[in-house]
């Protein structure tokens, strides 16, 4: 008999027990019904208890049947199992073997050498960062020395003028000074990691230098190159310069002008943003000195009239040279900042030494500001005259027609381009000047703020 026939004609329900909803609860509750009336009471649980124990004993017995009679098949099994189980391992074995042995030798060959080469890396890196630290250190060493010998340069030429007199001394050193200075800078203010400048901020030398050497050096240079913008005279008021004198003038402002133009700040300065704040600032202090001391000398004159003549034709003799001072500045183009990007150069007419000056002046015409600012300054001073009263007050009053055509001819001699200087492209000539009356506001306004003050 199969086992499958035995399976028949067993009476344990096995579908029953394998079915997938089975549940032990709902199955005990049938037995239960099955046996006893619901109504019955008590219940009787023995009849379904055997019924349950039966079928255990039954299951159990069948267990034992097919295990007696499968024990050789499942002998046979489990020692084919076992014996694949002990190849296997025995291979594994082999293979973990040969794995250590070849992760000893590459630990060996590679890293232990990929330490070793790491160690080297570091080492090299570090020299190079060595290298690259004393080859900036031995570059501003350098140029420090080359910056020395160049400001003693102009010490020397100063010196040898103030001794002889001669006034030619070495101004073109100003402008080595200025590249020098920028060499400097273009590499102390890179400090970026792989940048030039990297660590030089903790070099002893390098500091000391920056306090003892470039900073007075820089200052020095800065106030010797204000000096000569305000030491500035071209000479046209006594005509009596000469051609090689009004050069040298021309020369040493362009030198001093140069100079402060690459001296001024570039850093945390946007590039479309910036101007030559060093060179704006001392044409303008030189164009203050020059208002300063003409409102002064035409209050005291204005004050007593003999010395009106004098004191006009020192006023127009300032004026033509902030006149000269414009056209020489127009006439230059700037120089090329290393520190700024090339664009911010791009050849144009306006890419000169004038346009800065009279954007931070908010003017177009230096002669135009002069004579307006000297305007603005000198009416208060006509109404402290006049409120004094006295025999100032009356002679002012009394000659003002002459006063009034006095200040004209000063204002119209002051505005025309000196006869040493030749006038930028757009100016009039002098006589073009007079017959266009180009000057005439000028003229207005300074006549009306001497005579305006008067009264009657």
């Keep these: 008999m199969s086992a499958n026939e035995e399976e028949d004609e067993s009476y344990v329900d096995y579908d029953t ?21 619901p109504n019955d009471s008590p ?4 009849t379904p208890l055997s019924k349950v124990l039966f079928d255990t004993q039954e299951i159990d017995s069948r267990i034992d049947a097919l295990t007696t009679r499968s024990a050789i ?23 973990v073997k040969s794995l250590n042995e070849s992760f000893k030798q590459l630990e ?25 630290l004393a080859r900036s250190v031995n570059r501003c060493l350098q140029l420090g020395r080359q910056l020395e010998i ?17 006034r030619k001394e070495d101004h073109r050193a100003l402008v080595r000074c200025a590249n020098t200075l920028l060499s400097l800078r273009e590499i102390t203010e890179k400090t970026g990691c792989g940048e030039e400048g990297h660590g030089l901020d903790k070099v002893n030398a390098i500091r000391n230098m920056e306090d003892y050497i470039i900073g007075p050096i820089e200052r020095s240079v800065k106030n010797s190159s204000d000096q000569i913008i305000r030491e500035f005279n071209i000479g046209s008021a006594s005509a009596t310069a000469t051609f090689a004198q009004t050069e040298e003038a021309k020369a ?7 100079c402060l133009y690459l001296m001024s ?8 943003r910036w101007t030559p704040e060093y060179l704006s600032q001392a044409l303008a202090v030189y164009l203050r000195n020059a208002l300063q001391s003409s409102v002064a000398s035409l209050a005291r004159s204005l004050a007593a009239l003999p010395s009106l003549d004098r004191t006009l034709a020192e006023v127009s003799a300032r004026c033509l040279n902030i006149l000269a001072l414009e056209i020489i500045l127009a006439t230059t183009k700037a120089p090329a900042h290393p520190l700024l990007p090339a664009q911010k150069h791009a050849s144009s007419d306006k890419s000169n030494l004038l346009q800065p000056l009279l954007a931070y002046l908010e003017t177009g ?11 603005s300054s000198l009416a208060p001073r006509v109404q402290e005259i006049m409120n004094r009263g006295g025999v100032s007050a009356r002679t002012l009053r009394t000659n003002r027609q002459n006063v009034a055509e006095a200040i004209r001819e000063c204002v119209i001699q002051g505005s025309q381009p000196p006869s040493n200087m030749t006038p930028s492209k757009g100016k009039a000539s002098k006589g073009d000047a007079e017959k266009s009356g180009g000057w005439d506001r000028e003229v207005a306004v300074m006549v009306g703020s001497v005579v305006g003050n008067l009264g009657r």
């Design 17 to 37: 027990f394998l079915a997938p909803d089975f549940r032990p609860s709902t199955f005990a509750n049938t037995l239960v019904l099955a046996t006893n009336d």
């Design 265 to 272: 700040p570039t850093v945390g300065i946007r590039p479309d």
């Design 108 to 132: 060996k060959e590679v890293i232990q050498k990929h330490a070793e080469a790491n160690e080297v890396n570091l080492v090299a890196s570090r020299l190079w960062d060595t290298l690259s």
């Design 43 to 46: 219940l009787d649980l023995s």
């Design 150 to 166: 160049q400001h003693s340069e102009i010490a020397s030429s100063a010196s040898g003028a103030a001794a002889t007199g001669n």
């Design 73 to 95: 098949p499942l002998l046979d099994y489990t020692q084919q199992q076992t014996d694949a189980s002990g190849k296997i391992i025995s291979e594994i074995d082999n293979q």
């Design 252 to 258: 040493r402002i362009l030198s001093a002008a140069t």
């Design 365 to 375: 015409s230096l002669a135009s500001y002069f004579w307006r600012t000297l305007a």
